[in-house]
């Protein structure tokens, strides 16, 4: 008999878990991450506690139904993942959103913020429902980059509390600091105004359901980073960065941020920009003005994907001046760069959820 994902989740509505009585998938038991292929079916079953009581006979019963009622033959691997206390307060927060995906660089003028548009842009190309916010609060450039300087956010009463409308545009639902302050204002704010600010942006915004909540961080390291971990479960951090070796300085930096043990976010990946310059009239020519490859040398020594080179073309400023991503030209080479960085995003998270475990948010000690 061919398996198929609705006769596995049939047969697993046949077993209950002992604590509730419910069947495992409307207990919220059965992990989005089942695969099929041929006669062998995955997934994973999640339990609240390390020390479940029935964990065990729950994974036999599971097993069992799957022979019983999908098919005799079939081949089945179950792995037992743990809720953490900390992912279930995320779920509170922000319910509908599957992966939380922080750009991030370690300096400024890197391209991170142009990454971080027409990676959001591509995702929503590709079909996902994708949500890109503002992090960089004393720099805000996506309401430039979408031609959203004018937007009005307003507010709504979402589950009984006041909650802001995010600006949609190409698919992707957008939210800055830069929609509430006026285009030439200064922003001097103190780090704990700026920290409560994003909060705000997170917290009080009705995003609804995202496959990939793009968040475009400052450059560096500081209180908003850290206000960030604080509040969010990432699911990892994309690392932009050109090919020179001042950059790529602040670039490992930026990577033992997130990989410091007391933050445990993995690194899906880097992303070299301004890889090279080809002009218009000579389209095949490779000028490397930044280096050439350094963020390919540093994906290889710190043993992490190089999702994509992007290269510097005119057409990039234009477009992101004039408040189209060039993620959105199909017949770009550039754009098409961006689309492919898309597809190595998703693969990176689909990798990363499939082999490692949730992210826990970072605890804050008084």
């Given at each position: ?161 006041q909650r802001l409308i995010p ?92 990989r410091n043990e007391k933050v ?14 080809t002009p218009a009239e000579l ?84």
């Amino acid at each position: 008999m061919q398996l198929y994902p609705k006769l596995i989740t049939d047969a697993l509505r046949q077993v209950k878990y002992p604590g509730t009585g419910k069947n495992l998938v409307d207990a919220g038991m059965v992990e989005d991450d089942m695969r099929i292929a041929g006669n062998h079916v995955s997934f994973s079953l999640i339990f609240d506690k390390p020390t479940d009581p029935f964990k065990k006979s729950v994974v036999k019963a599971a097993e069992a139904a799957i022979h019983a009622f999908a098919s005799q033959d079939a081949e089945v691997e179950i792995r037992v993942k743990t809720r953490p206390k900390e992912q279930a307060a995320e779920e509170r927060l922000l319910p509908g959103v599957k992966n939380v995906v922080a750009v991030s660089s370690g300096k400024g003028g890197v391209g991170k913020s142009t990454v971080a548009a027409n990676l959001a842009v591509a995702l929503a190309q590709a079909g996902y429902k994708v949500g890109l916010l503002d992090a960089d609060i004393f720099g805000p450039s996506v309401p430039k980059m979408f031609q959203l300087e004018h937007a009005q956010i307003f507010a709504e009463v979402v589950d009984g509390k006041q909650r802001l409308i995010p600006a949609e545009k190409y698919g992707v639902r957008i939210l800055s600091i830069g929609f509430f302050v006026k285009p030439e204002s200064a922003m001097l704010w103190r780090g704990g105004m700026a920290s409560n600010s994003l909060k705000q942006l997170i917290a009080e915004t009705s995003w609804g359901d995202l496959d990939y909540f793009v968040i475009d961080t400052p450059p560096g390291t500081s209180d908003i980073h850290l206000t960030l971990l604080q509040t969010l479960a990432l699911t990892g951090a994309v690392i932009v960065s050109t090919p020179q070796e001042v950059a790529l300085a602040d670039a490992r930096k930026g990577i033992d941020m997130y990989r410091n043990e007391k933050v445990g976010v993995p690194i899906l990946g880097l992303v070299e920009n301004m890889s090279w310059f080809t002009p218009a009239e000579l389209p095949d020519n490779r000028y490397y003005l930044f280096g050439r490859e350094g963020v390919k040398r540093l994906a290889a020594e710190m043993r992490v994907p190089l999702l994509a080179q992007i290269p510097i073309v005119q057409s990039v400023c234009e477009s992101g001046d004039g408040g189209e991503p060039i993620a959105l030209k199909a017949d770009s080479p550039v754009g098409a760069a961006f689309r492919q960085l898309a597809a190595a995003v998703v693969e990176a998270v689909e990798r990363r959820n499939r082999e490692q475990p949730p992210t826990h948010i970072v605890e804050t000690h008084s």
